[in-house]
């Protein structure tokens, strides 16, 4: 009989599963920035929001890591916080 942790690092070592985690991961830390850049201002989810055009619960979404989020979306946020998006790409561990 298989157990629960057998079956869970099973299903890790899948390729599809690793990419899925990494998109999680990414969608957290982006939201996680966002939140840090927010409270630093002083601005509410709300206020925020409306800035961008968006709903604050869009908005909650994409903080929490609900969501990945489009480049105009990330460049409509940086704008309304005054800050700017930088993308790039750097060299992967598993290029090669």
């Excluded at 157990?3 to 957290?28: C, I, M, N, V």
């Excluded at 927010?38 to 909650?60: D, I, N």
């Amino acid at each position: 009989m298989t157990t629960w942790s057998q079956l869970r690092k099973e299903r890790l070592d899948l390729p599809a599963a690793h990419a899925g985690y990494e998109r999680a991961r990414r969608s957290f830390e982006i939201g996680s920035r966002v939140r840090e850049l927010r409270t630093e201002r002083g601005l509410t989810q709300a206020q925020l929001a409306a800035r961008v055009g968006t709903s604050q619960s869009a908005l909650a979404r994409l903080e929490a890591g609900g969501v990945e989020p489009r480049i105009s979306t990330l460049e409509a946020i940086g704008n309304a916080l005054g800050v700017k998006l930088i993308v790039d790409l750097v060299e992967s561990k598993l290029a090669g």
